[in-house]
């Protein structure tokens, strides 16, 4: 990089040049020579001169070496030793002209030195060539403060040459607090462990080749954060020494959405799969049903004169029982198509209870005198709830026929209600064949890998009137619970909002 020739045009936002010299006619001259291009500031005193660059941080400073109570030497110790004067860079401006002393200036900081008696066209050339270079450093400084990821380079012996805040900050340190030193210890409680992916991460220091790192910070509070680190080997300018930057951002939040975008992947795949099990599973039952329906009718009709009046009527029966539960299969399966698109209106109305579960109760007698099962109603005074009337009637009825579905001709069924808290609590009682806690869990958590089950009488069923109750339920606040063991029955239950009663 070469400093631009000197001119008044490149000055136009005037740099800020604070002279130190004990001599006044000194002053004056550097004055003379500097002061159209610069802003300037002038002190004969060392102490002076450090309290100034303290508090108006200068652009550059010139510094005379022999000056009473401090020299130029000392004051420059001072300043390099400053994190918040450092940066400040000094040229040496002085009639001391030995090897020694030129050496001696640049050993402890000095950016430049100059000789007196000083040439004009070498002041300015010197003072703008230290001050465009400290501009550029300054600037490198902003760029890479700017990078909101820890960026950081180590030099072969892996002490740090160059960092920017955020790699300051991942460490609670300041820059200035880490450079020229080892890679800091983590933060106490942390732990860090890399992946190492032999195609991007082989094992080794990575001063030889481009490496691309996955690497886990577990902090003291167990949870994690993860980073994508590239390291990138180089070397120094102007030398032969290798150098390694480190580039790392935190993938944290990429990593949990990819994570949640995976999940939703493989929960879509599920459902998909279940749809497509579950639709042909009914597509067949359909077609066993109206198959069944026409067998009857044919009967009758082909047999004619042939078959007696109870004959007949039993064959119209068992299409009328075919009919029904087509009809129910095929509410069940528009209302969970709807309820897949969010279309099902939830109209929730103050309902009594007491009056719904009679009605349910009434519509599922036949069904429940059909397969010899015994349907009783035990309800705790006069119960209140808002609720959607249609979906309430879909959730009784599935459950009520599941119950029905698994249980053994002489046994049993009872509808509970009872308040409890602000809730009414609903439970369906079945002395059945019930089920293993596996089942349970299988229903609960909507496991459709095996979708068929079938009752006690071989009657089929598809999961989806479970499936579609849950949701019901949980449109009401609630949550479906059963306790189950197989050979003892089992019970579901869920609650529904009460009415708050007026006084």
């Not at 009473?68 to 040496?92: A, M, Q, W």
């Not at 329906?293 to 029966?317: F, H, P, Q, Y």
């Not at 496991?447 to 949980?474: D, P």
């Amino acid at each position: 990089m070469h400093a631009p020739e000197f001119n008044l045009s490149q000055r136009q936002e005037k740099s800020v040049v604070l002279v130190v010299d004990d001599n006044p006619k000194n002053l004056q001259l550097v004055a003379t020579v500097l002061n159209p291009y610069y802003r300037l500031l002038l002190t004969g005193s060392g102490h002076k001169a450090i309290e100034i660059a303290h508090k108006i941080q200068p652009d550059l400073i010139l510094l005379d070496i022999m000056m009473p109570e401090i020299s130029g030497y000392d004051v420059c110790e001072i300043l390099k030793n400053d994190n918040g004067t450092r940066h400040i860079p000094v040229i040496f401006l002085t009639a001391k002209s030995e090897e020694e002393d030129i050496v001696k200036a640049f050993d402890i900081g000095g950016a430049d030195y100059i000789t007196k008696p000083f040439k004009t066209k070498e002041l300015l050339t010197r003072v703008n060539t230290v001050i465009y270079l400290s501009n550029n450093r300054k600037r490198l400084r902003q760029v890479i403060d700017l990078v909101p990821h820890r960026l950081y380079a180590k030099d072969i012996e892996g002490n740090i040459v160059l960092a920017n805040n955020a790699a300051a900050e991942f460490y609670q340190k300041k820059v200035e607090d880490i450079l020229g030193l080892p890679e800091p210890a983590l933060p106490e409680g942390c732990e860090y462990e890399i992946v190492i992916d032999e195609k991007l991460c082989p094992p080794g220091d990575g001063y030889n080749e481009v490496q691309t790192c996955e690497e886990h910070l577990k902090l003291p509070d167990g949870r994690r954060r993860f980073y994508q680190t590239n390291k990138i080997p180089f070397t120094f300018s102007g030398t032969k020494l290798p150098a390694l930057l480190q580039i790392s951002m935190d993938v944290t939040e990429l990593k949990e959405k990819q994570e949640e975008i995976n999940r939703l992947n493989q929960q879509l795949l599920q459902h998909s799969a279940y749809k497509d099990k579950l639709l042909s599973i009914i597509a067949h039952d359909l077609v066993n049903l109206i198959f069944s329906n026409e067998i009857a009718l044919m009967l009758i009709l082909k047999s004619g004169e042939t078959i007696s009046k109870e004959e007949i009527l039993a064959e119209v029966d068992k299409a009328r029982r075919n009919t029904s539960k087509t009809l129910d299969l095929l509410n069940d399966l528009l209302m969970w198509s709807m309820a897949q698109f969010k279309s099902v209106t939830f109209t929730p109305v103050n309902l009594s209870l007491n009056a719904e579960l009679r009605k349910l109760a009434g519509h599922m007698q036949t069904q429940a005198e059909t397969k010899g099962v015994s349907l009783v109603l035990e309800l705790s005074g006069e119960l209140q709830v808002n609720a959607d009337r249609n979906m309430l009637q879909t959730i009784m009825r599935n459950l009520v026929s599941n119950a029905i579905k698994f249980s053994e001709p002489g046994k049993t069924i009872t509808i509970t209600a009872n308040p409890e808290k602000q809730k009414a609590k609903i439970s369906v009682i079945d002395e059945g064949i019930g089920m293993s806690p596996k089942a349970v869990k299988s229903i609960l958590h909507r496991n459709t890998e095996n979708v068929v089950s079938f009752g006690t009488e071989g009657e089929k069923g598809t999961g989806l009137g479970l499936n579609l109750s849950q949701e019901f339920i949980e449109q009401h606040g609630g949550k479906l619970k059963i306790k189950s063991k197989p050979g003892q029955g089992s019970t579901f239950t869920f609650t529904l909002p009460l009415v708050s009663s007026r006084k």
